[in-house]
């Protein structure tokens, strides 16, 4: 019996010695919890002189990797006489324009092929246009192709167009700067040529501009090739329209670049030098058109 009131003693004993410890363990986590939580430091955060210019001299750290890319863009030309594009599929190196307004082959570029030549058939269902707002005449067929002689500022731009007897279309080919017609050609549906100078393809700029038309006098043919020559230099502002034929070149139009096609349309401002080959058929008219040999070269080679 005592044995057993002894064993229960000492039970007792080590009970509280650990209920002891573990208080006393509890107790200084939580004095150290609190003396942590009531510490307050202050840090100070320097402004990084690289916050507004961080590509200034010490911000960054150089790579030979970007030494590359050049700060003046290269120059390309155009070379298509689409002798090694696929058949039936549009050419690499052209955009058309499509958005979801337009139906299943409502527009379409493709390479077909006649006695060893490929060239590009271009058709147009006239039924839908860019929804752009202004009052221009809008086409509905956009074919165009980018080149750039932006530092060379002067060059030469061929391109040979062939309107059917059956089903064919009106058709404009020039040279422009992005959206904005620098000179091109119109073939209209009774054959008759005019030349387009200045004035974007298909809106107005604000100030209702949309270019100068000049009548050729010159009425062509059905199912004929005619080859097309479009000059230009932004040095000595000149700009030429030729139609090339067999036996001579009949000069269509020569002239100065139109205000529209300069810089803020001022009359001392820069003139824009053409970037694209572009290819259009209006809004409104359903038919086909070809083209072939668009080239592109610097003036004087």
């Not at 863009?73 to 090694?84: A, G, I, K, R, V």
């Not at 956009?142 to 040979?160: E, H, P």
């Not at 017609?181 to 200045?198: A, Q």
Request: charged content about 20%.
């Amino acid at each position: 019996m005592k044995k057993m009131m002894k064993k229960i003693m000492i039970f007792q004993l080590v009970f509280v010695l650990i209920f002891l410890v573990g208080c006393s363990i509890d107790t200084n986590i939580t004095t150290t919890t609190l003396s942590q939580e009531t510490t307050t430091t202050q840090v100070l955060i320097e402004e990084s002189p690289c916050k507004d210019t961080p590509l200034a001299s010490g911000c960054f750290i150089p790579s030979d990797d970007l030494d590359f890319i050049s700060s003046i863009p290269d120059e390309y030309l155009l070379n298509e006489s689409f002798d090694t594009e696929v058949l039936n599929q549009q050419p690499m190196n052209w955009l058309l324009y499509t958005n979801s307004e337009y139906s299943r082959n409502g527009v379409f570029a493709k390479v077909l092929e006649l006695e060893d030549n490929r060239y590009v058939q271009m058709y147009s269902d006239g039924l839908q246009k860019p929804l752009y707002p202004q009052s221009a005449p809008t086409p509905t067929f956009i074919f165009s192709s980018k080149f750039n002689l932006d530092q060379t500022r002067a060059g030469v731009a061929y391109a040979d167009v062939f309107i059917p007897s059956v089903d064919g279309n009106s058709v404009t080919v020039g040279v422009s700067t992005g959206a904005v017609n620098t000179i091109s050609v119109i073939i209209d549906t009774d054959m008759s040529l005019l030349v387009k100078v200045g004035g974007p393809f298909y809106y107005y700029s604000q100030n209702g501009d949309g270019g100068d038309y000049y009548s050729t006098g010159i009425t062509l043919e059905e199912d004929t090739w005619y080859r097309f020559r479009f000059d230009w230099d932004a040095e000595t502002d000149y700009l030429a329209a030729t139609l090339i034929t067999d036996t001579e070149d009949v000069l269509l139009f020569s002239g100065n670049f139109h205000i529209s096609s300069r810089f803020n349309i001022l009359p001392d401002g820069d003139i824009l030098v053409p970037n694209v080959v572009k290819v259009t058929m209006p809004y409104g008219l359903s038919g086909f058109a070809y083209l072939d040999n668009v080239i592109v070269e610097r003036r004087g080679e």
